[in-house]
């Protein structure tokens, strides 16, 4: 088990920069894939960005080149840099761990962003 606690969302204008950071409750050394992943309002969850153990990182499309995904091991943390937010940001964001095929996903609660055009 693990405890996926997202911090760092809030209310911004658009062009402006926020910075998600998600803190598990045990090492996460173990985890194949930790992500983040957003929820737009009326919309489903989609991916924003993911990085595997060995450091191979996916971003969605609309946010390459804004976003960049971190992950410390040693700190148990995952963090998500946004820059140049537009208002088709806006959404829940949560934080995810992945074992692999055969073990457990986990999600955390999720943070509110919200970009004001």
């Known amino acids: 088990q693990v405890q996926l606690v997202e911090s760092g969302g809030g209310l911004v204008q658009a062009g402006g920069s926020l910075n998600l950071s998600c803190a598990a409750s045990?090492?996460?050394?173990?985890?194949?894939?930790m992500g983040w992943y957003r929820q737009p309002p009326g919309k489903q969850r989609e991916l924003v960005a993911r990085k595997t153990s060995i450091g191979i990182t996916n971003y969605a499309d609309s946010v390459k080149g804004r976003f960049t995904i971190s992950r410390d091991n040693a700190k148990n943390t995952v963090n998500l840099q946004m820059d140049n937010l537009t208002s088709e940001d806006t959404g829940v964001y949560y934080c995810?761990?992945?074992?692999?095929?055969?073990?457990?996903?986990?999600w955390g609660q999720g943070t509110q962003v919200t970009v004001s055009s």
């Open positions: 045990r090492t996460i050394f173990s985890f194949v894939a």
């Open positions: 995810a761990a992945f074992s692999g095929p055969y073990g457990n996903d986990y």
